[in-house]
């Protein structure tokens, strides 16, 4: 069993960074993939942002994200990072780590390949002036 601690959202200006943590209680072994999905206020789902393949470090991000967020890990200290820069009211949302027991297949236009078996509790971020 994965535990996932998130943390690092606030409020920050249009056009300001923020950089997003999460804890891992397991290692790059207890997982196949990690990464970041956002939920939108008023929305029902939840949208993937960025993961990370644990064998291989490959990442992959969604369209909006691309060329603005980060995500990267450090494996001695059981880390996940997503750094956002040049952040939009857009991306106000509550951000939540997730990890894949599994690997999984996923549909051509689904996004960053990552389903969520374990769920971290979630960060608010609010980009406003």
Same mark, same amino acid.
């Given at each position: +069993?994965?535990?996932?601690?998130?943390?690092? @959202?606030?409020?920050?200006? !249009? =056009?300001?960074?923020?950089?997003?943590?999460? &804890?891992?209680? =397991?290692?790059?072994?207890?997982?196949? $993939? #990690?990464?970041?999905?956002?939920? $939108?206020?008023?929305?029902?789902?939840?949208?993937?942002? $960025?993961?990370?393949?644990?064998?291989?470090?490959?990442?992959?991000?969604?369209?909006?994200?691309? =060329?603005?967020?980060?995500?990267?890990?450090? /494996?001695?200290?059981?880390? #996940?990072?997503? +750094?956002? /820069? /040049?952040?939009? !009211?857009?991306?106000? &949302?509550?951000?939540?780590? $997730?990890?894949?027991?599994?690997?999984?297949?996923? !549909?051509?236009?689904? =996004?960053? !390949?990552?389903?969520?078996?374990?769920?971290?509790? @979630?960060? +608010?971020?609010?980009?406003?002036?």
């Amino acid at each position: +069993q994965v535990q996932l601690v998130d943390d690092g @959202g606030g409020l920050v200006q !249009p =056009g300001g960074s923020l950089r997003l943590s999460c &804890a891992v209680s =397991g290692g790059p072994s207890d997982y196949f $993939a #990690i990464g970041w999905f956002r939920q $939108a206020p008023g929305t029902r789902g939840r949208d993937g942002v $960025a993961c990370m393949f644990s064998s291989d470090s490959s990442t992959y991000y969604a369209d909006f994200v691309k =060329g603005r967020f980060t995500i990267s890990r450090d /494996n001695d200290k059981n880390m #996940i990072y997503l +750094q956002m /820069n /040049n952040l939009t !009211p857009e991306d106000t &949302a509550v951000y939540y780590c $997730a990890a894949d027991r599994i690997r999984r297949k996923y !549909p051509r236009d689904y =996004g960053p !390949p990552l389903f969520g078996d374990y769920w971290g509790q @979630g960060t +608010q971020v609010t980009v406003s002036s």
